[in-house]
């Protein structure tokens, strides 16, 4: 056998030595090419209002993009469609009701979507009522005539709050009326009160000239209704095979809220340069209601934003079915909220 000189070899050595750095420079390289951003199809439950400003200052301020998510936004019409098309998978995550997502879940061949992140953590349902009709306290609603809008949540609440007051509803009577019209009929005192979302009925009213000091808010938090209201719901398909995604959509969603409850002059400057007509002045009144009402609650103050207590969720469950017959077994916190996919606590609590 022929033996290989000394020059042979260093030659070799010295082709392998310019080789295999280069083939493995060309891996690194591969390796460290951007990824792609994960689209995501995100649904509100109603038009764009002062209340959404975290989701618009995630998408304006480029917070989605940082988590590698590229959000689109759609428009559903309420909380029932955005339930329904998470559940189809027209939309991978949307922004509903949560006390709506209980009673979709409990449906014949309901989908399994869950709540993975809570915006409003009291619900804003409430009874808004004129002062000079003789309503100044929830008591006062007895023999009143309470206009009842198509579609209203709050409504669906009403029996809870009626027994834990212990209020007459058989003296309190129930108009039903269109929802355009639900302002417009005790603006005009053709009912004494509606009920209605505090940061929406109530601010809509004083838009339309009836003096603040002529409504009285009366809101079922303040009256013994521990439910949660709005969270961020997710298609479970989309959850199991992206949930790097949702994670990182949370985690925009609460940089947001942090960026709106520090600066809301700022996040409604944002907010009305989307909306068609949008009032910064009535925006911006939208926006302290809901942060002052809805989402600075003490549970957050203590415990931060975004997740839920399991003890005080039960009870809304409880409260839920004084008006709602559960057709299955009565649902337990983890069948509705999942808080796996929750950004870091100490980056939800509030300074």
């Given at each position: ?31 460290e090419e951007p990824k792609r951003p994960v689209a995501v199809m995100f649904a509100l439950d109603r038009p764009l209002d002062g209340s959404m400003a975290p989701v618009v200052l995630a998408t304006s301020r480029g917070l989605f993009g940082a988590q590698g998510v590229a959000v ?111 302002e417009p009929i005790l603006s005009a005192g053709q009912v004494d009160a509606v009920s209605g979302f505090s940061y929406l009925s109530a601010i809509n009213l004083r838009d339309r000239g009836v003096p603040a000091a002529d409504l009285a808010v009366l809101r079922f938090a303040d ?129």
């Amino acid at each position: 056998m022929r033996m290989r000189t000394p020059v042979t070899l260093l030659a070799l050595a010295l082709i392998a030595a310019l080789v295999v750095p280069a083939w493995l420079s060309g891996q690194v390289v591969a390796a460290e090419e951007p990824k792609r951003p994960v689209a995501v199809m995100f649904a509100l439950d109603r038009p764009l209002d002062g209340s959404m400003a975290p989701v618009v200052l995630a998408t304006s301020r480029g917070l989605f993009g940082a988590q590698g998510v590229a959000v689109t936004m759609t428009t559903a019409k309420g909380s029932p469609d955005a339930i329904a098309r998470v559940a189809s998978g027209e939309a991978d995550m949307a922004l509903a009701d949560i006390n709506e997502l209980i009673r979709y879940r409990d449906g014949a061949n309901s989908a399994p979507v869950k709540a993975v992140f809570v915006l409003f953590n009291r619900a804003p349902y409430a009874i808004i009522a004129r002062k000079s009709r003789g309503i100044n306290a929830l008591a006062d609603i007895d023999g009143k005539t309470l206009g009842v809008a198509e579609g209203d949540l709050s409504i669906r609440l009403w029996p809870a709050v009626v027994k834990h007051n212990h209020l007459k509803p058989e003296t309190i009577k129930l108009s039903r009326v269109g929802a355009a019209v639900r302002e417009p009929i005790l603006s005009a005192g053709q009912v004494d009160a509606v009920s209605g979302f505090s940061y929406l009925s109530a601010i809509n009213l004083r838009d339309r000239g009836v003096p603040a000091a002529d409504l009285a808010v009366l809101r079922f938090a303040d009256y013994g209704c521990d439910a949660y209201g709005h969270a961020v719901i997710v298609n479970p398909g989309f959850a199991a095979k992206q949930p790097a995604a949702v994670k990182g959509v949370l985690r925009a969603l609460t940089s947001g809220l942090q960026l709106a409850i520090k600066d809301p002059q700022g996040a409604v400057a944002e907010v009305v340069s989307r909306m068609d007509d949008g009032s910064r002045e009535l925006e911006l009144e939208r926006l302290h209601t809901v942060l002052a009402d809805n989402v600075l609650t003490s549970d957050v103050r203590r415990d931060g934003i975004g997740g839920i207590a399991p003890a005080r969720f039960e009870r809304a469950l409880g409260q839920i079915a004084d008006d709602f017959k559960f057709q299955h077994k009565r649902p337990g916190p983890a069948d509705i909220f999942d808080d796996s996919f929750l950004p870091p606590a100490d980056s939800r609590l509030v300074n």
